[in-house]
Structure formats: structure tokens, C-alpha cells
């Protein structure tokens, strides 16, 4: 079993900072998506992204039961329809938010492996995915509590 990682909470800087591009992935990006995996999973979350867990690189992992996606440097292509649901966030506890995202995405980044991957998502997976983006961009949902 992999050990988890302290879920950092609102008020830690790192949640508020644009993570560093990930220049070369290897061993170490594939320890720290699957300990981010494991985190999430005992978090019962659907996605998490690493300033979460304090590190500065742009990594996210997002399930909504359609199977565990880990991307690295991701990038939103093409966002289509708008709709509003309330969100929650480990890093914000307690709080939920209306927040209004594209309905579907297509974004692009690298797997573990090093390929890249271009991944389409919909309704939930795509609010998954944005939401984590965000984080690696320093916003929290409670950025949007006033839109």
C-alpha cells in the first residue's frame, strides 16, 4: 500500500500558485500520480491535482467511474455548452459553490508513460477535469462565489 498524502487545505500558499510545467516525466511523476490516485480514492474524491498534496507541478488525477485518468501538463482544447452545479473541494471543507464550466471538454496532456493523450469528456468527468485545471492555475472554487 502506497501512504498518502496530507490534503493541504485553504490558506496554504501552494493552492494559490501556478504550478511548474513538468519538463520530463518519469519515475518519479509516475510514484507521485499513483500516491495522488490512492489519496483520492481514500479522500472518496473524484479528482485531485498535486498543489492539493504540495507539490508544484502540473499533475491531476480525475475519476467518475468511467476508470482513473492521470494527466500531466494538461490543456483544455475546445470547451463546448455551459452549465452550473454546486462543487465542493478537499482543499475547501465544508464549502460548496454554484460554478459555471463548459458541459464538454477535449483536453490534451501526457500520460505516464510519456505519450500524449487527447482525452473528450462530458457532464461530470469534463467538471472534474476543469475544476483540477484550475487548481493547477492557483483557483479555488470559491474564486467563483461572486460570478
Request: glycine share 8%.
Amino acid at each position: 500500500m502506497v501512504s498518502l498524502y496530507k490534503i493541504r487545505k485553504y490558506g496554504d500558499p501552494i493552492l494559490r500558485k501556478k504550478c511548474n510545467i513538468v519538463k520530463n516525466i518519469g519515475i518519479e511523476e509516475e510514484k507521485i500520480l499513483k500516491r495522488m490516485s490512492e489519496t483520492m480514492y481514500a479522500s472518496q474524491a473524484i479528482g485531485l491535482a498535486a498543489p492539493q498534496v504540495g507539490i508544484d507541478k502540473q499533475l491531476i488525477v480525475v475519476d467518475v467511474d468511467e476508470g482513473l485518468l492521470k494527466l500531466i501538463n494538461p490543456l483544455i482544447l475546445l470547451k463546448e455548452g455551459e452549465g452550473v452545479l454546486e462543487e465542493g473541494c478537499l482543499s475547501v471543507p465544508g464549502i460548496t459553490v454554484k460554478v459555471k464550466r463548459a458541459k464538454n471538454i477535449v483536453v490534451e496532456g501526457w500520460n505516464e508513460e510519456g505519450k500524449r493523450v487527447k482525452v473528450e469528456a462530458k457532464g461530470l468527468f469534463a467538471r472534474a477535469i476543469q475544476h483540477e485545471i484550475d487548481h493547477l492555475q492557483g483557483i479555488l472554487i470559491i474564486d467563483y462565489a461572486n460570478s
